[in-house]
């Protein structure tokens, strides 16, 4: 069976639209939740770059333009699990959103590149002065 394990972080774009405008939230704060998916492919399929490179983009279509129509902030592959092969991080490729700083569940907030540090993510700042990322890479293990 062959998996790959997804951290995402979305949620209401409505939601978050809404609280912009409302001056609840500064442009650079979202709703969102971080979650976690797995998603299974037929057996005998094969896994390569391409692929996982649009499995995030077509999972970050499909959650925007959902009936719910989600944000997304933030998609990595954190596992490739191909029977008992365990990869972690086996594709460079990621999704983050660089206009998002802040996200919030509604009741508390965290600063994503805070949160992606905790998470061993390599967050690059922009040089602006605010908290804006440039890039964000894979952890890399010794």
Partial sequence: ???????????????????????????????????????????????????????????KESLENSEVKELVTFIAIERLIDGKNITLHPTEDLYFNPEVIMVSDGTKFFMLRDFLKRMKYIVEEKKEGLCYIENIKYPQYE
């Fill in 1 to 59: 069976m062959l998996q790959l394990e997804l951290l995402v972080i979305s949620g209401s774009a409505i939601m978050t639209k809404f609280m912009q405008s409302c001056d609840v939230f500064e442009k650079f704060k979202v709703i969102g939740a971080i979650r976690r998916m797995t998603i299974t492919f037929k057996d005998g399929e094969v896994m390569y770059r391409k692929k996982m490179r649009d499995t995030i983009e077509n999972l």
